[in-house]
């Protein structure tokens, strides 16, 4: 079965850290393009990082009002892209989702994760 899988949301408070999880299953992560996207309360959802696959050389951008805070990265022994979010802010809170676009195929969703920054 082909699917991705996040993990590792939660209730943080301001300053904190997380690092979220895109599992994959059922292809290759390490040849897929995979960005991370947040939806906040009112707003559209945003494109906040992405790594490219090994073709483009793991290449990563990052949106750049959250670019000194956060960091994509690949484990591919895990089938596995992070997304480690550090100095969060309350404006952080939402949901974290990540896609594949592979080099066939359909992209593909996972099903997000609830970051909440709150005190």
């Known amino acids: 079965q082909v699917q991705l899988v996040n993990s590792g949301g939660g209730l943080v408070q301001p300053g904190g850290s997380l690092r979220l999880s895109c599992e994959a299953s059922g292809f290759s992560l390490g040849v897929s393009v995979v960005g991370w996207y947040r939806q906040v309360s009112g707003k559209g959802r945003e494109l906040v990082a992405f790594i490219t696959g090994a073709k483009g050389g793991d290449r990563t951008d990052y949106l750049i009002s959250v670019k000194d805070r956060i960091t994509v990265s690949r484990d591919n022994a895990k089938n596995t892209v992070y997304l480690r979010l550090n100095s969060l802010k309350t404006d952080d809170t939402g949901v974290y989702s990540c896609?594949?676009?592979?080099?066939?195929?359909?992209?593909?969703w996972g099903q997000g994760t609830q970051v909440t920054v709150s005190s």
């Open positions: 896609k594949a676009s592979r080099p066939t195929g359909r992209d593909i």
